[in-house]
């Protein structure tokens, strides 16, 4: 239950089978694009500049995220430990 509202709630935020799906769409869309192999050379070139684009785009995101600190100190309370003899 919670698996299927996690799935469809709506909090705009791209979830798994929406990328699975993408990914499908790009591979036929590829794979009909290019009839024979000779034709791979133009997709090297798109390949290598989105693999470029994706690469930059993942480090920037990475050294952006690891930027700020947080404050992952637990507050002191008063534990009770119980001890069994």
Known sequence: MQAVYALFSDDHVMKLPYFIAISG???ALFAMSIPHLSALRLWLGVSTV??????????VLSVKD????????VPKQ???YFSFR
């Open 66 to 73: 690891g930027k700020f600190t947080r404050d992952f100190v």
């Open 78 to 80: 008063s534990v009770v």
């Open 25 to 27: 769409f790009v591979c």
């Open 50 to 59: 989105f693999s470029l684009i994706y690469i930059i785009v993942a480090f």
